[in-house]
């Protein structure tokens, strides 16, 4: 019976550590100001690790990424007062939105509730909104990693064998056998920036243990992220 609890705490704390969400951050504004919605394209990093030594940045999967992000935005679109979008043309325009925009999240990812209000849009994303002639804009982030069968199969086999030595000399009280590390991880931050007062009204990020190439996980972090705002 001992073994038997012990492997249920250890497996609901698993489940429980594969998806996280950061607290809500908020301006004074409500999701019921937040009208005429516009989209900026997404900004997304994938690595792709080979081993513990190679681990390669692949654009080609970014890419995947930022387009099932684009799709699962305009399935939102209607919840979210999602009117339009923000397309950047210019490389050099648009590398450095890439660069405030991953700046910026950064920033707020580490401030308190209280002061999100304080944290400023960069020059360069106020402007844009405003040269439309809008307020709002909505911003996404993602950020994660696929490890490559070769490497997955070598962490299963060592996982594998130091759980099971685990399990032998203590008697099933710490680990259960044959665990092994997550394969595919997904960071995913939403944004809501506000060129009217001229910082963020709305920040949350979510973190899973799922592939970032996924539209599945993908959409089920958009969902998770927007409840307790707008849902």
């Not at 997304?44 to 654009?59: A, C, G, R």
Request: some cysteine; overall charge negative.
């Amino acid at each position: 019976m001992k073994t038997i609890s012990s492997l249920l705490l250890v497996i609901l704390a698993l489940i429980l550590d594969s998806c996280s969400t950061t607290d809500l951050l908020t301006s004074d504004v409500k999701s019921t100001d937040v009208i005429d919605l516009q989209y900026f394209e997404p900004v997304s990093d994938v690595t792709l690790i080979y081993d513990e030594n190679t681990k390669i940045l692949s654009d080609s999967l970014s890419d995947v990424s930022k387009q099932l992000l684009n799709e699962i935005v305009q399935e939102f679109k209607d919840k979210i007062s999602l009117t339009g979008s923000i397309i950047v043309t210019n490389n050099t325009i648009k590398q450095r939105l890439d660069k405030d925009v991953e700046k910026l999240v950064m920033t707020a990812n580490d401030i308190k509730h209280s002061s999100i209000s304080g944290i400023r849009i960069t020059p360069l994303i106020d402007s844009l909104l405003e040269s439309n002639n809008k307020r709002f804009g909505l911003i996404t982030v993602e950020s994660g990693y696929i490890k490559t069968d070769p490497y997955y199969a070598k962490q299963i086999f060592a996982g594998t064998f130091l759980n099971i030595m685990t399990w032998f000399i203590f008697a099933g009280s710490t680990y259960p056998p044959y665990y092994h590390p997550n394969k595919c991880y997904s960071e995913l931050y939403v944004m809501i920036v506000d060129a009217g007062e001229g910082n963020i009204a709305f920040l949350k990020k979510n973190v899973i243990s799922g592939s970032p190439t996924d539209k599945r996980v993908l959409r089920h972090q958009f969902n998770e992220i927007l409840k307790g705002y707008y849902f």
